[in-house]
């Protein structure tokens, strides 16, 4: 049984960072990958970055690219999403996810952490 917990969100001003962490317990690397996603209120869900369980492949989406770094520190199953030059309409519940596809569609994970709250102020 996989369990992720997310951790890290915080109220920022416009420009600031934020490393989101995703700590994974059991058996995490049944599952091929960690997606992070987005969702703001009224929103759907959208995936932002993605990363193989050994950390070896990444995955960057969309418009936060270049601004957005995910990585896997080994020695504490800890997946981490950074982020930089954060945005006011980046505001949103950050959450991980665990599944076995090459994806971005949130239907392909099966194994979700509670999320985070992102909020970020002009």
């Known amino acids: 049984q996989v369990q992720l917990v997310e951790s890290g969100g915080d109220s920022v001003q416009a420009g600031g960072s934020l490393t989101l962490s995703c700590s994974a317990s059991?058996?995490?690397?049944?599952?091929?990958?960690v997606g992070w996603f987005q969702q703001a209120p009224g929103k759907e869900r959208k995936a932002v970055a993605l990363i193989s369980t050994g950390g070896m492949h990444t995955h960057i989406y969309n418009s936060v690219e270049g601004r957005l770094t995910v990585s896997l520190d080994n020695a504490s199953d800890t997946f981490l999403l950074q982020m930089t030059n954060l945005k006011p309409e980046e505001s949103a519940m950050f959450c991980c996810a665990a599944g076995r596809r090459l994806s971005i569609h949130p239907d392909d994970f099966n194994c979700w952490g509670q999320g985070t709250e992102v909020t970020v102020s002009a």
């Open positions: 059991g058996d995490i690397y049944s599952s091929n990958y």
